[in-house]
């Protein structure tokens, strides 16, 4: 039980998540908590976040003919409102009650998957893209900014997978895996789509396997991606991820506070 130190932030978590929800998001490896944000701050944050999609450098992933999405990362660094998000006192409170440890926030993506006929998110899990070891408590916390029904691309997962061996066939000599092949062991696991509302907020393990439709609709999609890590963490360069984290060393620790903050009740 955390709260018992003077200039603690008060313990928003007991109360907004139950035992239950807990042991649930351990076992399945995903939870949806709806109406984190009020309508309020979703107006305001909706408002930035577009504000950062037309000024901003985007990434840009196209695959299969059409763009899965864009998004500006690091978004934190540039827009208070968005780091405001990032670091918001109830998500972040509740991702450490989920983790079961301290937690630092190591990036944060503004995502948006455009109307007309955007490409699907393929199946995959985002360890390969957090390139750190630690407890196995890396998670992202995904906030809707728009609502996001079926039509609007919205995330399936395989509850359970981030507990289970994810088997890929062998990879040929000289070639790098393919982050995004079915593990053979998964395809007849069932799936859930979690349809969300503006202001519902999804936390994920990192671990955990899932997937987005494409956007079928008339209406942009807009979401946060928020990964908190092990606060204990270390860096272990991979293959996949370019260094876009502030020139760190392999092994180093997780420990710089201006650029990976301790988040919640570590605070
Ligand atoms: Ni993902």
Redesign the pocket.
């Known amino acids: 039980m955390r709260g018992t130190k003077p200039n603690d932030k008060p313990d928003y978590a007991q109360d907004l998540v139950s035992d239950e929800t807990v042991s649930r998001y351990r076992e399945q490896g995903l939870i949806r908590i709806p109406g984190m944000l009020t309508r309020e701050e979703v107006d305001r944050l909706l408002e930035a976040a577009l504000r950062q999609l037309d000024e901003a450098d985007k990434v840009a992933w196209d695959r299969g003919g059409g763009r899965v999405m864009d998004w500006v990362a690091h978004v934190d660094r540039r827009c208070a409102d968005l780091r405001g998000l990032a670091l918001h006192p109830r998500i972040t409170a509740i991702a450490e009650r989920l983790a079961g440890g301290p937690l630092r926030m190591l990036k944060s993506e503004l995502l948006r998957k455009a109307v007309g006929g955007s490409a699907p998110?393929p199946l995959?899990?985002?360890a390969p893209?957090i390139p750190f070891t630690g407890r196995p408590i890396g998670m992202?916390a995904?906030v809707a900014l728009t609502d996001v029904p079926i039509e609007r691309g919205c995330?399936t997962y395989i509850p359970g997978s981030h507990l289970m061996p994810h088997e890929r066939d062998e990879t040929p000599p000289g070639q790098s895996p393919d982050p995004f092949r079915w593990p053979r062991n998964m395809i007849w696991e069932p799936r859930v789509t979690v349809p969300v509302r503006a202001g519902d907020c999804t936390f994920?393990h990192e671990n955990v396997l899932?997937m987005?439709g494409r956007n079928e609709t008339d209406q942009v999609r807009v979401s946060l991606?928020t990964v908190y890590m092990d606060a204990d963490a270390v860096f272990e360069p991979s293959d996949l991820v370019p260094d876009d984290l502030g020139g760190m060393e392999p092994g180093q620790p997780l420990n710089d506070d201006r650029l990976f903050p301790l988040i919640g009740a570590g605070r």
């Open positions: 998110t995959h899990a985002d893209a992202t995904w995330m994920h899932h987005a991606a």
